[in-house]
């Protein structure tokens, strides 16, 4: 920590206005996009993994920028933890509940017993629940991640 | 043992090199890869799914398995980089 | 001579990634630096993730995104359409490829934590004493 600190002349490295100021205005369109991606994975290229990575990267932006101090407040470590299992889960359990209602295991046209929309549709639409878990889970995971890595375990001050 | 490292390394490209001979040129459309599975999916996944992204429907649907066990690496791997760095705090 | 150069300009994207694999695989051969070796295994995979998109190649195919209501009504030829395949294999290949480094990077702190070093001879040294 001290060599980085000499390196950066007393000042901490990333503590300028101007980078401080540039990625509190970008974050939010870096989310916007990456809910895009997500939602939009039927018509263009993208989906749970690509959007997933995208919202990570926002939250890794800011723990650059600031401190992972900052990236923690906004993102706690319990919420990261439980996106991460939700994310896990809303995939299987979708799996799962095709089982329940009759089809086969991930066989999304089965879950047309539940609401009525037509076997083709709800294999459209079950995909996209699907994507929106592995998006979810892939976006905690990353935050995760980085904030493992970059801190070496301590979590209270990364890059 | 860099010089071993480099003859083994030269050895093992100039074979992968030899087997190229044999592969389909560059954007062949009768190449074996493009024979057998994927004329399924282009043909029949808007249809059977009506998902005009084919890569989509196959990762979502025909290919769930695969997606719903990657998810599940992603996450042991989050898992497994906490169990190893993180300390106990109390 | 001139055959071979013939064989080469036909194929030459199998030679761009056999030498990308040839210089990850050296890396993760050769070198004795633990994060040296783990940067040759990620441009090892990069070379098969290229070799493997580059097998879903049509001259003259469009992208995989189809225009949904032309398909329903008229069916598709699937000469004119990349092959969609290998970019969901590779798709998933990308998603392991970060979880393995994410791990790997976890257990060379660790390493370095324990042993001080991540060169290959010292931490056997240590391991030895």
């Known amino acids: 920590m001290k060599r980085r600190l000499e390196r950066a002349g007393g000042q901490q490295l990333g503590d300028s206005s101007i980078i401080k100021t540039s990625v509190r205005l970008l974050v939010p369109f870096v989310q916007l996009f990456g809910l895009y991606v997500i939602v939009h994975g039927h018509y263009s290229p993208g989906g749970g993994f690509q959007g997933g990575v995208a919202l990570g990267a926002s939250f890794i932006l800011l723990a650059l920028a600031y401190d992972l101090k900052t990236s923690i407040r906004h993102f706690s470590e319990g919420a990261n933890a439980l996106l991460a299992n939700t994310g896990a889960l809303i995939y299987t359990g979708v799996a799962a509940l095709c089982a329940v209602m009759g089809g086969l295991f991930l066989d999304y046209s089965a879950l047309d017993k539940l609401i009525p929309l037509g076997p083709i549709e709800w294999r459209s639409f079950g995909i996209f629940l699907v994507e929106v878990g592995v998006g979810l889970a892939v976006m905690s995971i990353m935050v995760s991640l980085f904030w493992d890595i970059s801190s070496g375990g301590e979590m209270d001050e990364g890059l | ?90 | 001579m001139d055959g071979m150069l013939q064989e080469i300009v036909a194929k030459y994207n199998y030679w761009i990634y056999v030498v990308l694999m040839m210089i990850g695989f050296y890396a993760m051969i050769g070198k004795r630096n633990l994060v040296k070796k783990l940067l040759g295994m990620n441009i090892f995979q990069t070379a098969i993730i290229l070799f493997f998109v580059s097998t879903g190649v049509k001259s003259g195919g469009g992208i995989p995104i189809l225009d949904k209501y032309k398909v329903l009504a008229e069916g598709i030829d699937p000469t004119q359409i990349v092959n969609p395949l290998p970019h969901v294999l590779m798709l998933t290949a990308i998603v392991v490829s970060v979880s393995v480094t994410g791990v790997a990077l976890a257990v060379l702190q660790r390493i370095h934590r324990e042993y001080g070093t991540l060169e290959e001879d010292e931490i056997l040294e240590r391991i030895s004493e």
């Not at chain 2, 490292?5 to 954007?27: K, N, S």
């Not at chain 2, 074996?32 to 998902?51: C, D, K, Q």
Request: aromatic residues 10%; proline residues 6%; charged residues 15%.
């Open chain 2, 1 to 90: 043992m860099k010089a071993l490292a480099l003859i083994a390394t030269v050895i093992t490209g100039i074979l992968l090199l030899y087997g190229t001979r044999d592969f389909p040129a560059w954007g062949d459309p009768q190449s074996p890869a493009n024979r057998h599975l994927s004329p399924y999916y282009i043909e029949n996944a808007v249809a059977e799914t009506h998902v005009p992204n084919v890569v989509t429907a196959v990762l979502g649907d025909y290919r769930g398995y695969d997606t719903m066990f990657e998810t599940v690496v992603i996450f042991c791997a989050g898992m497994a980089v906490a169990s190893v760095l993180r300390r106990n705090k109390s």
